[in-house]
């Protein structure tokens, strides 16, 4: 069974959920979320911050890819 941990999202487009929960490991230096037709790229900062009373790793947008067809 795998644990998994919520990250604080920041940038990229505005209706990219803000808390996205991904498989927990020691620190993932980037996530990816679909997003239309393609992914929003964010990298792991060295900031925590504060949701719903926890501290949570927060992800930098850094760029977006499109899906090939």
Known sequence: ???YVQVVLKGGPEDVPRVLTVPREDRIPQVKVLHGNGYEHFEATQECEEHQ???LPVYQWCYRTFIAE
Do not use: I, Q
Request: charged residues 35%; glycine residues 16%.
């Open 1 to 3: 069974m795998r644990d």
């Open 53 to 55: 009373g926890v501290f």
